[in-house]
């Protein structure tokens, strides 16, 4: 690793001015899972790291009435394991604790998970299925950035120099809905998806009343698959429906042949995922399921 | 930009100098001189380096030192209390869950984190918190046992001595734990990179970042310039000498003298006060390059006018084979059904957990290299010879080694330049290669294209069968002309073949090279035939066992190619694998998605002739010797030293450990040979000043030839005991025996003494007690034609595997279950450390099978140079596996002991796919079987 100066503000408003004072010479470091294999493989040069592990209020999870909104700096592990989270979004927890291992996971925090905006990254699908939103500071202001405009590419955000994402916020996730997240992977631990998709489903009565599909891994930025989405809302749930629902999420995927999978395959695996998640989800939904 | 920082380890305060950009991990190891703490990766995947952080585990390589202050750090060294050992690390030790042990430290911590929160873990809990960590020894299947079943294995005082039913014997056939182990759970035992020298500089190489091209100009004069560098070396500052493995194909420089040929070739390099400062300076030397055409796949680089990598190979062939023996076309006409088939291999690697390191140190008129090396006397004879010195002006250690697997077989350019830079610098130089160097060096195991023709009977009685294997070498010898003879001649001492013609052919490509990996170019070779062979089977409505067992190999054959197998229960592993698991009532009746799979497979006991020919002295004072048929010189070589008071024998020999386990079989087998009990042996084989020449780790041969250079040593010791003792006793030396410390009449009950005392006596009036012992295989092993001598062995080992598995049909994603395996390995010396060698070596290949694969771009360059893209098999992808000894006796082993290392990983590759088959119906043929090659077949074919 090249040599850099480490900036260890306690406070939000000193950790923006720093950003701001060394621009793009300069990055936040949380639990330093990602950065740090990008920073000793010479991926990315930079000479400051503005870390905000003394910052204080970044690491909690609270709720406020349905409401969860989950600080920056709670690892991977703690979300995994949160109880809060599991009564209310379980495919997060699920999500989380699909991820990298027991080590990772406890550096790693959802803070960097989301700002590195890597396309295989495992929690933005469920939190754009539950149509979460991200709280952005400068400093000076904050703003409120929905999930599903938070992301313009690989490795690419809304955040702009000396801004810091504070909390993620959950909303209400309702009654008579399931969210289900499933990720395919090439081993048991250590494994970026090849595929994923986050599948949210709210019934009414025996109808669908409204479906989100989002896909992970097949695109630049995690995808909703709109017109998969669109075919849920009214139906009533078959078989057949989910089967053709599927097939359009896998026609709208777009994405690249790698190591992990080539093109086709990935998605043939959104395909099968859409398929599974959307089964899982209508059962729960109902209230069957685990 | 140093600033002070105060740690909390281990309970101490400890207050560090720190750059912003220093690890956690490299504190700990650096500048505490914790060195339990293992790199393995420095990227997050391994889990070698996992410390808790207030009590939870974490990766020490992806964390910064300056981010630690006020919390608490409990690295390995930290469980131990006043010297007693925690309850998990105990119980890794009793429970045989110690390999080599360079996971062991990452693995404890993360066990111990567990076991903290919740004491009774499920299997699956375990799973989760220990995906983490990989291990290439142990198949984890110890590791599982050790967490769940921690308790009991800590209260135990004395271990477990599971008893294999040897009557005869009193340690041979003891589940002993690992004699290093203690050293090796504590975080005690130094590795290479542990070691720190006085004065010591760090080295690093430039590597090529072109696949093919002349070096034009090459400018080190910035390089030198940077403050802390002491060294720069390029290619005319090396010996003109060209190194490799085996001698009429050396073909490496130390560093490229002109062309380079792969992405990773060895360009520069650089000594300086510390790595850092060696890799900034990698950075400052320009090298100019006049990039050449490249080749990267075997069918176009034999082709008229392909680029080509070496004037002395044409058509980039590398080395040839073409084989015939008996004549196979009358076998196949007299056939009944001939089948020909196609089937690709992959490129993998052995991945040993520690990557490669030496330490070379050159003094006044003696060059001393610790290597981390499976090899030590091959690494000495090669210094020698590049150097054009003495051997008895060098000194190679061999520290503690995290794995091999014949990554580690052959002497590495670490080894080389690290002595050069020492020269020149007049200090101690380290090199360490990062997991991204070990792949660019690679030496794994070759991709072969094979094309396979069978001729059996209607009954599937085999008439003839042809062979015709391309290797892809890439650019340079290493062990390949071995190689592509491995591959041919291992195929007819499994069955009786009757006719056989192989073709092998090794190319040439701008590609790191291949080497041997453990199989020795055996597993591809065999995974085609036992796949091909189950294909006739289904085709022809056969048996698999059937066939299997009408062919069988038998004890005292000489096959078609002339070797000559002595022992072999071969039949009986493929019976007893088949009623364990019960194959016959499961195969091709499990549902659709599941499968079971049958292979077989066997190896070498030790190669019958040495890598270098003639006598052990430098290349350079000798013409080059006529090949003969005997064992120029002894192969392994031992002494025992019985100490001064007579209570304890220390063993030398140079046997590699590379976490295999010799050194703890060789003690055990001084132990019983000497009579006493197994803590009463002590071993040094890490010196090549203290211990004599043993040829190291590789062909699987140490139990047999160590072993009996050890046994023989402590029969010499014996006998010059014995004529003390009996005049003690009144007796003649003749009647007396030793035993568990003891030595006895045969003849009179009364007569008896304590081993000690006898030996105490002997020391008083004849000075030291000292035995010499050595083994040679036996004279005129195999046949007279070129290249009769890879695949000679005094003995081979036979296994058969059965896998079970389901295959998720949306996706092909494949979920093994079990495994059953049999293995005729003779005498097991050490029942515990021969199923540790099978359950590594079951789930090393299953992993090459399923998910393992070295991929290269069009450039030449690996796309997945790193333990996250290119996968071995976590704790969580491991099956059950139930692991068996057939009994068994080999004549030329130590107590009938022969080899199980490298032969548990020749059979799996096919039992694998075959099952696969059977759940899905489809052949893959190309490895490794992966999800998307399933789904892929499974749409075509349905
Ligand atoms: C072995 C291994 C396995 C992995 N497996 C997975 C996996 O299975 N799935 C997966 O999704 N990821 C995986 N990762 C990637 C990584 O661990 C996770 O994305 C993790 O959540 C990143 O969090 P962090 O706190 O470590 O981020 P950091 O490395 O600290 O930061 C990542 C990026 O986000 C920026 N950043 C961090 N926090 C903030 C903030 N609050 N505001 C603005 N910018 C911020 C940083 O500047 C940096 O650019 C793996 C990584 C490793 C090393
Ligand atoms: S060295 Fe840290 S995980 Fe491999
Ligand atoms: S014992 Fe686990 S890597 Fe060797």
Redesign the interface.
Known sequence: ??????H?PDNIGGACSLLLEFGTQARI?AG??DL??D???HNIEISH?V?L?KIGGLKSITTIGDEIRIGALVSL?EVAESLTVKKRLRALCKAAASM?????R??GTIGGNIASAVPSADLPPALLAAGAHVIITSGESERKVPMSNFFYGPRKTVLAVGEILTQVVIPSIGKKTAIIYKK?K???????AVASVATRITVAGNLIKEGRIVLGAVAPVPMIAELASEMLAGQIPSHNLFFRVAEAAAAEAKPISD????RE?RK??IQ?LTKQSLDEAFKRATGGGD | ?YRLITLNVNGDLRTVAV???T?LLDVIRDKLDLTGTKKGC????C?AC?VL?DG????SC???A??MEGKCITTIEGLEEKGKLSAVQKSFIHSGAIQCGYCTPGMVM?AK?LIDKSPNPTEAVI???????LCRCTGYVKILDAVKNWKTYSELDEPEMKEYDLEDYKVVGKSLPRYDARDKVTGRAKYTADIVLPKMLHGKILHSTIPHGRIIRIDTSRAEALPGVKAVIIGKDVPDRQYGVSPPRYDEYVLAKDNVRYVGDEVAAVAAIDE?TAERALELIEVEYEELPAVFDVYKAMEEGAPLLHERYPNNINTSVDHHFGDVDRGFQEADYIKEESFTGNFTQQAPLEPHASIGDWQDGLLILHSATQVPHYVHYMLANVFDMPLGKIKVIRPTVGGGFGGKAETTPLDLISCVLSKKTGCPVKMVYSRKEMFLHNRGRHKQYIKMKLGVKRNGEITAFESKIFLDGGAYTSFGIVTVYYAGSMIPTLYKIPNYKYTGRRVMTNKPACGAFRGHGSPQPRFAFECLLNMICDELSLNPVEVRRINSMEADYHTCNDLDIRSCRYKETLLQAVEESGFSEKYGQLNDGHGIGLASGGFVSGAGYTIYRGQVQQHSQKPREPFQKKSIFPHANAIIKISEDGTQAVLFIGAADIGQGSDTILPMIAAEALGLPADRVRIRSEDSDISPIDLGAYSSRITLMGGNAVKRAAEDVLAKLFPVAARLMNCSPEELKASDGFIFSDKDDTKSMEWAEAARKYFNDNSSLIGTGWYKPPEGLGGDYKGATVGTSPAYSFSTAICELNVDI??G?VDVKKFWDYHDCGTPVNPMSVHGQVEGAVVMTTGEAL?EDM?YNDRGEL??PN???Y?L?????TPEIFSGIVDSYEEEGPYGAKEVGEGATVPILGAVAHAIKDATGVWITDLPI???KI??ALKENY
């Open positions: 690793m090249r040599d850099f100066i480490i260890e470091i330093g899972t740090l294999v920073l000793k493989q790291l870390s592990a592990n990298a291992s027991k080590q990772i406890n550096q395919f090439l081993r048991g631990a250590n494994a970026l190591i992990r999978g080539s395959y043939e695996l099968v | 930009m750059k912003p950009n690890t420095g990227l997050g995947v889990g996992t952080v939870e585990t974490m990766s992806l964390l910064l300056a981010n993360s984190a799973k989760e918190a220990l995906g983490g960590n850092e949306s996706t994603k998910m991929v796309v997945n333990l996250h893209e996968l098999m976590t704790i969580k992808d992966t999800p998307e789904l892929k």
